[in-house]
């Protein structure tokens, strides 16, 4: 395949950032796990809050630096016709350069207690979790929402014209900047300001990265395997309407305790318990369109890291969040390490791990290196992916004791009881963290300098083991054996099966044996089976679904019918 | 006919129906938030609480000026690697916090909490006096300082004014006022606070910490030295002050005595015994250049004179580094 | 029949779900005058539930159907009884 567009050239730059900032992200995330160990290391220098406000807003800059990148490569395709206005695109490249470097000084203030407080509002930075920034550069960051929303939506042809693929990523666009707004605004009281916090970054992740997440999840697989989009349109359609079905009122969990009235804490529960919904339909549709047909995986990295995003979704945020979604599980889970294990699964499995698979589909492309060798790329996603799930299992672990010391012996942290009790775990975040570091640099290099390395003739790579079409054995068999509906039916049920044993560990906190009479075996039972059964289940999982794909036989890939990718108007 | 391709007959009636239901879920969402914020509801608005002459409004911007929740949690919303900061005050109250807040390094020993009941904005806040009251109204600071005074703590200290403080204690007294509807869950274990630690770590660590409260002992009465080391030890001076010439919350004080020290008015003053007694009895008397005002609580009725004597006879042992 | 079925099924499943989420560690103290609300506002909150447990069945069907029809766009197969 080809570059059709010359405006799509203009995502490689956005790619290129992705990845810088994604280390610095990882970097920071090293310093951190550091700290959970040893506070000392580098207090007074880069404070835990000054490099976790660092480390929280650079996974927000590379994740959407991912998303634009991924949505100007596809817009082009999805409008047939070129970008409008590229220069308002580099000015938005520019725009968040200037965004990240600005942050970098503003953040490091909260040292010093600094906010810049200027007409009742914090222009330098803020101090709340995810919305870090100040006042500047949330306006700067809404100017540049605007511009993508402008190009995007003034490249796309009229809306009658629209199929759902369309729909998803206009809406998507616009609403990034629509809920960006309920964040730019200095609210006095504590439950009023996380009700609005909560506003933007559940409706953010929940509502809007998700909605963006399925659509080019659904037009990647249009591109990758040559699906129908008639029925990749049936399932954005309905992968966002559940999503937002269920999400809306969903919203309401982060509602429980922070002030306001007990009876979020009802549909809450509910609502968001509905959550996984879309996204076991997610699961799928992916799992649907990539098995029905028989196509070789010609570019194995890209895939590997769509599957990556739609199965950490399923497990990070669907069966994670679900387990701590109740008022009554939640209770203990909130403000405890618990939590992390979730979101780190979830916003770099499902978002990040998209972004990557976005860069991986269109830098070959972009580099006319279609041949390229896919070994490194194979080798970072497992590396992260084993490196986050590492991280979730060490933060859900260190949780579930301190849940224990915490909230249950009522321990706190001023008789140095907790981090002790959580020692174990807290050496395992760092030893995760560099695994992941391994990876994430590897993919980087890989991205870098892909199509610019020194190629292996053709003629020295006879088996095309280079190119990854090419498992040694390639065995049809066995583990590698086409995985049918059923199969993958029963891993999904494995999964959730320890989801729900990991649910009721949360919930046997309520127990009057554990509660009352302090004893832990029946909560650490269950989370040492459920988190670590959870994340073993899923590695196997991905390894058996990538395992049958890349056994498919190498077909000689057929080019491109243009007409595939026309969007077909929903109504005529 | 194939139900799923928009326009087909089944498939647009199912579409405009989740419309529908969207549109009614969201205005169920908008009443309920509406409700949630009523004053029926009687939750607690900062606006309606302070501590002394400070307010909680200005508390809540100085706690997200630091970005307090880079590393605590507040309502449980935060970073995880310090306690959850909800009911801080209701837990360690006012002198505590006062005591902790300016040299966060360290934690505070129980003189240098009783040090800040001398504040009237304290006294007229929780009516407490004595240690022992204070104690009484808030059991959970006696269990700090009997088992963590004087050692160093995991956060840094930060260049907090007099008045941060007291905004950070007013913001705190608010969010422990507030009714966050069950959370954190109370606490129901039984066991004593021994066999909770047994519990928690596997070992019988307490004991020998909680054995040693902080009297100051006698036996090194006959060196003024000594006796001034160790009064400064008990007394949780080093949270602020370094035995070298490096400044920590306060001046260093290797080498101080003797030297010229020039002050936040533009003077300068020799550092000798009467400035030094001065400075402990009187800290804002005299403020060094570069240091804010007010921070340092008086010494003056918690220290004898012999005392003050030996804590002077401490500093002149000790040389510029 | 088909309908039936999946009704079942959301029933089902949101009443474990209810169950889960049922508030009886709590005391209703907002809204105290009204027990009446508070039983509207379960009931509302389960009606909307089932439907989209419902609606995420019948999608989930569809998807598979689509899949299993052998031209994708094809107009007429898989009829839903």
């Given at each position: 395949?080809?570059?059709?567009y010359q405006t799509q050239?203009l995502s490689?730059?956005?790619?290129?950032?992705?990845?810088?900032?994604?280390?610095?992200?990882?970097?920071?995330?090293?310093?951190?796990?550091?700290?959970?160990?040893?506070?000392?290391?580098?207090?007074?220098?880069?404070?835990?809050?000054?490099?976790?406000?660092?480390?929280?807003?650079?996974?927000?800059?590379?994740?959407?630096?991912?998303?634009i990148?991924?949505i100007l490569f596809v817009a082009p395709l999805l409008a047939r016709r070129e970008m409008v206005a590229p220069w308002l695109i580099k000015l938005l490249?520019?725009?968040?350069?200037?965004?990240?470097?600005?942050?970098?000084?503003?953040?490091?203030?909260?040292?010093?207690?600094?906010?810049?407080?200027?007409?009742?509002?914090?222009?330098?930075?803020?101090?709340?979790?995810?919305?870090?920034?100040?006042?500047?550069?949330?306006?700067?960051?809404?100017v540049g929402f605007a511009i993508l929303a402008y190009v995007v939506l003034r490249t796309f042809p009229p809306v009658r014209q629209w199929?759902?693929i369309h729909w998803?990523l206009g809406l998507g666009v616009t609403a990034l900047m629509?809920?960006?707004?309920?964040?730019?605004?200095?609210?006095?009281?504590?439950?009023?300001?996380?009700?609005?916090?909560?506003?933007?970054?559940?409706?953010?992740?929940?509502?809007?990265?998700?909605?963006?997440?399925?659509?080019?999840?659904?037009?990647?697989?249009?591109?990758?395997?040559?699906?129908?989009?008639?029925?990749?349109?049936?399932?954005?359609?309905?992968?966002?309407?559940?999503?937002?079905?269920?999400?809306?009122?969903?919203?309401?969990?982060?509602?429980?305790?922070?002030?306001?009235?007990?009876?979020?804490?009802?549909?809450?529960?509910?609502?968001?318990?509905?959550?996984?919904?879309?996204?076991?339909?997610?699961?799928?549709?992916?799992?649907?369109?990539?098995?029905?047909?028989?196509?070789?995986?010609?570019?194995?990295?890209?895939?590997?890291?769509?599957?990556?995003?739609?199965?950490?979704?399923?497990?990070?945020?669907?069966?994670?969040?679900?387990?701590?979604?109740?008022?009554?599980?939640?209770?203990?889970?909130?403000?405890?390490?618990?939590?992390?294990?979730?979101?780190?699964?979830?916003?770099?499995?499902?978002?990040?791990?998209?972004?990557?698979?976005?860069?991986?589909?269109?830098?070959?492309?972009?580099?006319?290196?279609?041949?390229?060798?896919?070994?490194?790329?194979?080798?970072?996603?497992?590396?992260?992916?084993?490196?986050?799930?590492?991280?979730?299992?060490?933060?859900?672990?260190?949780?579930?004791?301190?849940?224990?010391?915490?909230?249950?012996?009522?321990?706190?942290?001023?008789?140095?009881?907790?981090?002790?009790?959580?020692?174990?775990?807290?050496?395992?975040?760092?030893?995760?963290?560099?695994?992941?570091?391994?990876?994430?640099?590897?993919?980087?290099?890989?991205?870098?300098?892909?199509?610019?390395?020194?190629?292996?003739?053709?003629?020295?790579?006879?088996?095309?083991?280079?190119?990854?079409?090419?498992?040694?054995?390639?065995?049809?068999?066995?583990?590698?054996?086409?995985?049918?509906?059923?199969?993958?039916?029963?891993?999904?049920?494995?999964?959730?099966?320890?989801?729900?044993?990991?649910?009721?560990?949360?919930?046997?906190?309520?127990?009057?044996?554990?509660?009352?009479?302090?004893?832990?075996?029946?909560?650490?039972?269950?989370?040492?089976?459920?988190?670590?059964?959870?994340?073993?289940?899923?590695?196997?999982?991905?390894?058996?679904?990538?395992?049958?794909?890349?056994?498919?036989?190498?077909?000689?890939?057929?080019?491109?019918?243009?007409?595939?990718?026309?969007p077909?108007?929903?109504?005529? | 006919?194939?139900?799923?391709?928009?326009?087909?007959?089944?498939?647009?009636?199912?579409?405009?129906?989740?419309?529908?239901?969207?549109?009614?879920?969201?205005?169920?969402?908008?009443?309920?938030?509406?409700?949630?914020?009523?004053?029926?509801?009687?939750?607690?608005?900062?606006?309606?609480?302070?501590?002394?002459?400070?307010?909680?409004?200005?508390?809540?911007?100085?706690?997200?000026?630091?970005?307090?929740?880079?590393?605590?949690?507040?309502?449980?919303?935060?970073?995880?690697?310090?306690?959850?900061?909800?009911?801080?005050?209701?837990?360690?109250?006012?002198?505590?916090?006062?005591?902790?807040?300016?040299?966060?390094?360290?934690?505070?020993?129980?003189?240098?909490?009783?040090?800040?009941?001398?504040?009237?904005?304290?006294?007229?806040?929780?009516?407490?006096?004595?240690?022992?009251?204070?104690?009484?109204?808030?059991?959970?600071?006696?269990?700090?300082?009997?088992?963590?005074?004087?050692?160093?703590?995991?956060?840094?200290?930060?260049?907090?004014?007099?008045?941060?403080?007291?905004?950070?204690?007013?913001?705190?007294?608010?969010?422990?006022?507030?009714?966050?509807?069950?959370?954190?869950?109370?606490?129901?274990?039984?066991?004593?606070?021994?066999?909770?630690?047994?519990?928690?770590?596997?070992?019988?660590?307490?004991?020998?910490?909680?054995?040693?409260?902080?009297?100051?002992?006698?036996?090194?009465?006959?060196?003024?030295?000594?006796?001034?080391?160790?009064?400064?030890?008990?007394?949780?001076?080093?949270?602020?002050?370094?035995?070298?010439?490096?400044?920590?919350?306060?001046?260093?004080?290797?080498?101080?005595?003797?030297?010229?020290?020039?002050?936040?008015?533009?003077?300068?003053?020799?550092?000798?015994?009467?400035?030094?007694?001065?400075?402990?009895?009187?800290?804002?008397?005299?403020?060094?250049?570069?240091?804010?005002?007010?921070?340092?609580?008086?010494?003056?009725?918690?220290?004898?004179?012999?005392?003050?004597?030996?804590?002077?006879?401490?500093?002149?042992?000790?040389?510029?580094? | 029949?088909?309908?039936?079925?999946?009704?079942?099924?959301?029933?089902?499943?949101?009443?474990?779900?209810?169950?889960?989420?049922?508030?009886?560690?709590?005391?209703?103290?907002?809204?105290?005058?009204?027990?009446?609300?508070?039983?509207?506002?379960?009931?509302?909150?389960?009606?909307?539930?089932?439907?989209?447990?419902?609606?995420?069945?019948?999608?989930?069907?569809?998807?598979?159907?689509?899949?299993?029809?052998?031209?994708?766009?094809?107009?007429?197969?898989?009829?839903?009884?």
């Open positions: 395949m080809q570059i059709e050239r490689l730059r956005f790619f290129m950032l992705m990845l810088v900032l994604f280390l610095l992200q990882v970097g920071y995330g090293l310093v951190l796990a550091t700290q959970h160990v040893d506070p000392s290391v580098q207090a007074g220098t880069i404070n835990f809050n000054i490099a976790r406000a660092e480390h929280l807003n650079l996974g927000i800059l590379w994740i959407l630096s991912g998303f990148g991924a490249f520019y725009a968040l350069i200037v965004i990240a470097v600005w942050n970098f000084f503003t953040l490091r203030l909260a040292q010093y207690g600094i906010a810049g407080w200027w007409h009742g509002q914090p222009w330098l930075q803020q101090g709340l979790e995810y919305l870090e920034a100040g006042r500047i550069a949330g306006v700067l960051v809404l199929n759902e998803g629509a809920v960006w707004v309920f964040g730019l605004f200095y609210v006095a009281r504590l439950d009023l300001q996380e009700y609005f916090r909560w506003f933007v970054v559940h409706y953010w992740v929940e509502g809007v990265w998700e909605v963006i997440h399925i659509s080019l999840v659904g037009f990647l697989l249009v591109l990758m395997f040559k699906v129908d989009i008639k029925s990749v349109g049936f399932a954005v359609f309905w992968g966002v309407a559940l999503v937002w079905l269920s999400g809306l009122i969903g919203n309401a969990h982060h509602y429980f305790w922070i002030g306001t009235p007990e009876f979020w804490q009802f549909w809450g529960s509910l609502f968001s318990a509905l959550e996984p919904l879309p996204l076991v339909f997610c699961f799928w549709h992916i799992y649907l369109d990539a098995h029905t047909n028989q196509r070789p995986l010609e570019n194995a990295p890209a895939f590997y890291f769509i599957l990556g995003s739609v199965v950490l979704e399923q497990i990070g945020a669907g069966i994670l969040g679900f387990s701590m979604t109740f008022a009554l599980t939640n209770v203990w889970s909130h403000g405890t390490w618990v939590t992390p294990g979730h979101a780190h699964l979830a916003l770099f499995g499902t978002f990040g791990m998209l972004g990557i698979a976005a860069a991986y589909y269109a830098v070959p492309i972009m580099r006319k290196a279609p041949d390229y060798d896919q070994r490194l790329g194979k080798l970072g996603f497992w590396l992260v992916l084993t490196g986050v799930l590492g991280l979730a299992f060490a933060f859900a672990l260190g949780g579930t004791v301190q849940i224990y010391v915490y909230r249950i012996l009522g321990l706190g942290w001023f008789g140095g009881d907790v981090s002790r009790a959580m020692g174990l775990f807290k050496l395992l975040l760092p030893m995760f963290g560099i695994t992941f570091t391994f990876g994430a640099g590897i993919l980087a290099y890989d991205l870098f300098t892909l199509g610019r390395r020194v190629r292996a003739p053709a003629a020295a790579d006879p088996r095309g083991v280079l190119h990854g079409d090419a498992a040694l054995p390639r065995s049809n068999t066995g583990w590698g054996r086409p995985l049918s509906g059923f199969e993958a039916g029963i891993w999904l049920m494995m999964m959730w099966v320890f989801g729900g044993i990991i649910t009721l560990g949360l919930l046997s906190f309520n127990l009057p044996r554990v509660r009352v009479l302090a004893d832990p075996t029946l909560p650490y039972l269950l989370a040492g089976v459920g988190y670590p059964g959870l994340l073993l289940v899923t590695l196997a999982f991905v390894w058996r679904f990538l395992a049958s794909l890349e056994a498919r036989a190498s077909l000689p890939s057929p080019t491109v019918a243009a007409n595939v990718l026309l077909l108007p929903v109504r005529s | 006919m194939s139900c799923g391709v928009g326009g087909s007959s089944c498939e647009t009636p199912r579409r405009r129906g989740a419309f529908v239901m969207l549109g009614i879920m969201t205005l169920a969402f908008v009443v309920l938030s509406l409700f949630s914020f009523m004053k029926s509801r009687g939750q607690v608005t900062p606006d309606t609480v302070s501590y002394g002459p400070y307010k909680a409004e200005d508390g809540k911007r100085v706690f997200q000026a630091y970005n307090c929740m880079g590393c605590h949690t507040m309502v449980g919303n935060g970073a995880y690697l310090g306690p959850d900061l909800t009911r801080e005050y209701a837990q360690a109250g006012p002198a505590w916090l006062a005591a902790f807040l300016p040299s966060a390094g360290s934690w505070p020993t129980a003189a240098a909490v009783r040090a800040q009941l001398q504040d009237p904005v304290q006294h007229a806040d929780t009516g407490a006096a004595t240690i022992e009251a204070y104690d009484g109204k808030f059991p959970e600071a006696a269990d700090r300082v009997g088992r963590r005074g004087g050692k160093p703590s995991n956060m840094p200290n930060l260049p907090l004014s007099k008045d941060e403080i007291g905004q950070l204690i007013a913001y705190l007294k608010y969010t422990s006022a507030m009714n966050t509807e069950g959370w954190p869950p109370r606490v129901e274990a039984e066991a004593g606070l021994d066999e909770r630690v047994r519990l928690a770590l596997g070992v019988q660590a307490i004991a020998p910490a909680a054995a040693a409260p902080a009297i100051p002992p006698v036996a090194a009465a006959a060196d003024p030295a000594a006796r001034g080391a160790q009064l400064v030890k008990d007394n949780g001076c080093t949270a602020c002050h370094a035995t070298t010439g490096q400044r920590l919350v306060g001046p260093g004080w290797g080498g101080l005595y003797g030297s010229r020290v020039s002050l936040a008015d533009g003077s300068s003053v020799m550092a000798d015994d009467a400035y030094l007694v001065e400075s402990i009895r009187q800290p804002n008397a005299k403020i060094v250049a570069g240091y804010p005002a007010s921070v340092m609580p008086s010494y003056d009725t918690l220290l004898k004179n012999d005392e003050v004597d030996a804590i002077v006879a401490y500093l002149h042992s000790l040389e510029k580094q | 029949m088909q309908r039936i079925t999946d009704l079942t099924i959301s029933v089902l499943a949101c009443v474990a779900a209810f169950l889960l989420s049922w508030p009886f560690w709590r005391d209703f103290e907002y809204w105290p005058e009204s027990h009446a609300a508070w039983l509207v506002y379960f009931c509302v909150g389960f009606a909307l539930s089932v439907y989209v447990f419902y609606v995420f069945i019948g999608s989930l069907r569809i998807l598979f159907l689509h899949d299993a029809a052998p031209s994708p766009a094809g107009d007429d197969q898989a009829k839903r009884s």
